[in-house]
């Protein structure tokens, strides 16, 4: 056997072998480099995924920073920057902390309503609602308050469920194209907000897309909140708009309108005027129970000293037209939410009206004007009924009420009884009765409008 090997060819096989290795090496670094990159797509500072898409939100919390943090549950959402939490007695004395989202401006959907400001509010409420654990930090060691002096600025990080690490809504918002810049530069997570941003016009999202909310009603009318238009009332004054609402009451050719504002927790109402203008599938829209879009004119009442909104249309033949009232949802209820007679006589509110307008302080009563109210214990002292029989309220009856040593005027339509005469209401002084009715204003006094017998109760 020959055994002779020459050194040249142990050298030249090492080499080879060296190569290969080197390659393998090589090789196993740039697999595991891969793998990196893609397991920290989540991470900010990452590369982007294919698409070139970054999960900002995904940002990880640092529990021991020397930010203030709490857990918390929602109390109620107000709009897509903006939740109400509920939170322990040593972070706010009332149990309550009103969340301003830092870094976020989104569109408006709770004065006059902006193009994408439901979807933002739906994002925020769906991301929320969902969430199995959710909490608030600040910016710094910190627990400040925004401009209004009302509400506080923080960053809100929930878990989509129990296994998952937080995720930073505010930053969620900006990246989705829901908001605008609000100092989104100048905060603790500023970078990464700003290339949130960035991706988002990038990627034209939403409010950057360039196209028309599905959502958003576009027309002439200016879309708006019942809240909107009662607290700003002389400006919308001979303006078409038009806004959401539940039918509350029929009354002479209209409908009472009410809705739900969360942020100031009141409901704000108006009456609406249709006249002869509406049959049909029109007329319908405005059966009581239904949540409709009303789209009309303000208008100045002079022979109530009230404002209404009236030229409402309705053509089916082009559903879709943004000039017509809509259907949005049946089976709704009035509120009759609980009021006093000292808040309808002389109580004041203050609402903050948002914006650069700042606080203004009503009577209690105007805000609640053509709102479905209850008022309970009221002492009867005195009963008058229209006995003109000329007059159109001929047998309505004004009983003069009294709590806590206030009175007020609850008018009724005229009642009859099972005998078929008018009831004259005198049997009733001296007793307790509950009533449930629209606030309505007459003679310079507000008063309580009660359209049937069965809304009193006489104990």
């Not at 090589?26 to 893609?38: K, M, Q, T, V, Y």
């Not at 569109?107 to 609602?129: D, M, Q, Y």
């Not at 989104?184 to 970078?191: F, I, L, Q, T, V």
């Not at 991706?199 to 002439?220: T, V």
Request: charged share 25%.
């Amino acid at each position: 056997m020959n055994v002779n090997i020459k050194a040249a060819d142990i050298v030249t096989a090492m080499n080879k072998t060296i190569k290969l290795l080197s390659l393998l090496l090589a090789l196993g670094l740039l697999i595991g480099c891969l793998a990196a990159c893609r397991k920290q797509t989540a991470d900010p500072s990452a590369p982007a995924d294919d698409a070139g898409h970054t999960d900002f939100a995904a940002i990880a919390l640092d529990m021991g920073s020397e930010t203030l943090k709490q857990k918390v549950t929602v109390k109620m959402f107000i709009d897509g920057d903006t939740t109400h939490f509920n939170v322990p007695s040593s972070v706010s004395s009332n149990g309550v902390l009103k969340a301003r989202y830092l870094a976020v401006n989104t569109p408006e959907s709770t004065g006059k309503i902006e193009e994408f400001g439901k979807k933002a509010s739906n994002f925020t409420k769906e991301k929320l609602s969902a969430a199995a654990e959710i909490l608030v930090e600040s910016d710094d060691g910190n627990w400040n308050l925004d401009s209004t002096g009302g509400r506080h600025l923080v960053w809100i990080w929930y878990k989509p469920d129990a296994q998952s690490e937080y995720r930073n809504l505010n930053i969620e918002i900006l990246q989705e194209g829901l908001a605008v810049a609000s100092s989104s530069a100048n905060n603790r997570y500023g970078d990464i907000c700003t290339k949130a941003i960035a991706q988002a016009k990038r990627e034209k999202l939403n409010i950057y897309s360039g196209q028309k909310d599905p959502d958003f009603p576009y027309g002439e009318a200016l879309p708006v909140t019942l809240k909107e238009i009662r607290c700003n009332i002389e400006e919308y004054s001979g303006k078409k708009v038009s806004f959401e609402g539940v039918i509350t009451k029929n009354y002479n050719n209209g409908v009472y309108v009410e809705d739900y504002d969360a942020e100031t927790d009141r409901y704000y109402g108006i009456y609406v005027y249709y006249g002869f203008g509406l049959n049909g599938d029109g007329l319908d829209i405005l059966d009581l129970g239904n949540r409709s879009r009303i789209v009309g004119s303000v208008q100045y009442y002079e022979g109530g000293g009230t404002y209404q909104v009236s030229g409402l249309t309705y053509r089916a033949m082009k559903p879709d037209d943004p000039n017509n009232i809509m259907l949005i949802s049946q089976g709704n209820d009035a509120a009759f939410y609980p009021v006093t007679v000292n808040e309808l006589v002389s109580g004041k509110t203050t609402v903050d009206l948002g914006g650069d307008r700042g606080e203004k302080e009503f009577d209690s009563a105007f805000l609640a004007m053509d709102t479905s109210v209850e008022l309970r214990d009221l002492r009867v002292t005195d009963v008058y009924m229209t006995s003109n029989e000329d007059s159109s309220s001929y047998g309505a009856l004004s009983l003069t009420v009294e709590y806590g040593g206030k009175t007020i005027t609850v008018r009724t339509n005229p009642f009859y009884g099972e005998d078929g005469k008018l009831i004259d209401g005198k049997s009733w002084i001296g007793k307790t009765i509950d009533v449930k009715g629209v606030v309505a204003y007459f003679n310079g006094n507000y008063q309580v409008r009660v359209f049937s017998l069965a809304d009193i109760t006489i104990y």
